[in-house]
């Protein structure tokens, strides 16, 4: 740290993103991205846009932002695009989030919430999840906070059915709800119908997962038009052009693509459900996931002890050395090729240990 560091953020411990390792191949099951490419259209649209680099993008995204209402159905100005999205949730922590208004999640969770909540100086509070691992609802219901849900939960895949967030927005009239999916496209219920119901619900989705784009960064927010035009205070006031020409143009390529990403999630989940009974015959216990991953833990090996003989045999999943979690990994559904790969270097690592 040098001492010019601003005092406000002497403390802060940033995010840990996943492992993004140059230096040897690996099969990537680590940080929940698409074993598939982009859609063609995508790809061809990005290159197109490359060759009028020298001009800055539309800052109103204007193309984009209605080509993803008409699919959404909701008008323009229920949308906000922004450089994937961690910069919604970040915009909405800033939005919507101070001394009386703090914000209030679950403790296991994605990992950027307290980030967001320290860098901006917010109070907040975690409530534990269910010994299942299940988010209680309940403790959500009337609790006067800004409430931040990822839906399905990450790292667990457990997914609330709509009419449980229903329950929370109904008794936290005064108080916005982020309902944060990220992973939606692969089996849980969107929240984003509701949005003309509760002018307190911002809703908040990717391309990086469903969409084949993590590395374009390209989120968006959905809610109220009110809820949109502080957000687009906030974007206005930290960068206009969030969003580059040639992630702009992929994310309207692939919106026109809507049979690939459809068949894509379609593949993703007949794989999960291979991979988790493969696993289970292999004495893990799964959770029951509606996202591109599986959380899982074997009978026979430690979780660290199993993420480091895999990442040694060169194949990359996720461990978290949280109390709770540490039994664990979070393995990406890759593709079957892949998700075989993984299956049977467990097989050896299990056989080495035994
Ligand atoms: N929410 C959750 C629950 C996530 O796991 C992620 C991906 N790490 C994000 C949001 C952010 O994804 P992106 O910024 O790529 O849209």
Do not use: W
């Not at 799964?286 to 895999?310: C, H, M, P, T």
């Amino acid at each position: 740290m040098s001492r010019f560091f601003s005092e406000k953020y002497r403390a802060l411990t940033p995010y840990t993103p996943g492992e993004q390792p140059q230096d040897q191949a690996y099969v990537k099951l680590n940080t929940n991205e698409s074993p598939f490419p982009p859609s063609p259209k995508a790809i061809l649209l990005a290159a197109e846009a490359a060759a009028h680099l020298e001009l800055y993008s539309d800052p109103t995204c204007h193309d984009l932002t209605e080509r993803l209402a008409g699919h959404l159905g909701v008008s323009p100005e229920e949308v906000l695009l922004t450089n994937g999205s961690d910069e919604i949730l970040n915009f909405a922590f800033m939005a919507f989030c101070d001394a009386a208004h703090p914000a209030v999640f679950p403790d296991i969770t994605y990992g950027f919430y307290p980030v967001f909540a320290r860098l901006n100086g917010v109070p907040y509070e975690e409530l534990p999840l269910r010994e299942d691992f299940s988010v209680d609802v309940d403790a959500y219901c009337g609790i006067g906070k800004t409430i931040f849900l990822a839906n399905p939960n990450a790292p667990t895949g457990i997914a609330l059915p709509r009419s449980e967030i229903e329950r929370i927005l109904q008794s936290n009239p005064d108080n916005v709800v982020v309902v944060d999916e990220a992973y939606v496209d692969f089996g849980a219920e969107s929240c984003v119908p509701l949005i003309h119901t509760y002018d307190n619900l911002l809703v908040t989705q990717t391309f990086s997962k469903s969409r084949s784009m993590a590395g374009a960064r390209l989120g968006f927010g959905v809610g109220s038009k009110a809820l949109i035009r502080d957000l687009n205070t906030i974007k206005y006031s930290t960068n206009p052009y969030n969003i580059n020409r040639m992630t702009m143009a992929a994310g309207y390529g692939v919106l026109e693509d809507e049979a690939y990403t459809r068949m894509n999630c379609a593949q993703i989940m007949e794989t999960r459900a291979y991979t988790a009974d493969a696993l289970r015959k292999r004495g893990f216990s799964v959770l029951n996931s509606s996202a591109n991953f599986l959380f899982a833990k074997s009978d026979r090996i430690d979780g660290a002890q199993l993420y480091l003989e895999l990442k040694n045999r060169g194949v990359l999943v996720r461990h978290f050395t949280l109390e709770r979690l540490k039994a664990y990994n979070r393995i990406t559904i890759g593709s079957r090729e892949q998700m075989e790969t993984l299956l049977s270097t467990i097989d050896t690592i299990l056989e080495e240990h035994a």
